[in-house]
Nanobody, 121 residues
C-alpha cells in the first residue's frame, strides 16, 4: 500500500532552520511530482513547493521562495524540504504529497502523508 512518512519537524526559534524528510513507498516514486503542503492552526492549507520527476523542475510559493529548498533522492524514494530563516508564520503541519502531474491545488488529491509539525517560536 501507499505510504508517505514525514519526519524532521519540531520546535525552532525564529531565524532557525529545519530539514523535513518524506519517505515514499507503494507507488512508482520516480513517476510522480512531489509536493509539500502545509496547514497552520485554524487556517486552510497552503501549497508550499513542488518538484518534478527527476527533479528537473522546482517551484515555490511566494511566501517561502528564497528560504526553502525542495529536493528529491530517487535512490531513497525520499523528498526533502530544507527550511531556513523560519518565521512564526511558518508554524504549521507540513504534509508530503505525491501527484502524477503538476498541481498547485491544496485539495487532498494524490497521495498524502500524515504530516509533521513545525513550530517556530
Amino acid at each position: 500500500h501507499v505510504q508517505l512518512v514525514e519526519s524532521g519537524g519540531g520546535l525552532v526559534q525564529p531565524g532557525g532552520s529545519l530539514r523535513l524528510s518524506c519517505v515514499a513507498s507503494g507507488f512508482p516514486f520516480s513517476n510522480y511530482w512531489m509536493y509539500w503542503i502545509r496547514q497552520a492552526p485554524g487556517k486552510g492549507r497552503e501549497w508550499v513547493s513542488g518538484i518534478a520527476r527527476d527533479g528537473v523542475a522546482i517551484h515555490y510559493a511566494d511566501s517561502v521562495r528564497g528560504r526553502f529548498a525542495i529536493s528529491r533522492d530517487e535512490d531513497r524514494n525520499t523528498v526533502y524540504l530544507q527550511m531556513n530563516n523560519l518565521s512564526p508564520e511558518d508554524t504549521a503541519v507540513y504534509y508530503c504529497v505525491a501527484r502524477y502531474g503538476w498541481s498547485i491545488s491544496t485539495d487532498k488529491t494524490g497521495y498524502w502523508g500524515q504530516g509533521t509539525q513545525v513550530t517556530v517560536s
